[in-house]
């Protein structure tokens, strides 16, 4: 089960990651519609990070649950 929690925080990396390269794309961009794609994509991105935070935590509370602990 700790394998699913390893594999979410690399998920989180990997758009963070994302979220900096369409930063950067558009902050390269001369034309506005282009950047407002790069800018659109980074809050994608951002957006699939926040999902995996929530799945994280949820899904660590219910390991935690199982096992016993207190949360």
């Known amino acids: 089960m700790q394998q699913i929690l390893e594999g979410i925080l690399e998920a989180i990396e990997d758009e963070i990651k994302a979220q900096k390269r369409y930063q950067i794309l558009a902050e390269r961009a001369k034309d506005p519609k282009v950047k407002k794609f790069f800018e659109q994509l980074r809050i994608d ?4 990070e926040n999902v995996l935070r929530n799945r994280y935590e949820a ?8 096992r016993g602990e207190n949360v």
Not at 45 to 48: F, I, K, L, M, Y
Not at 59 to 65: D, R, T, Y
Request: avoid cysteine; glycine fraction near 8%; proline fraction near 0%.
């Open 59 to 66: 899904f660590e509370k219910m390991l935690n649950a199982g």
């Open 45 to 48: 991105e951002e957006n699939h």
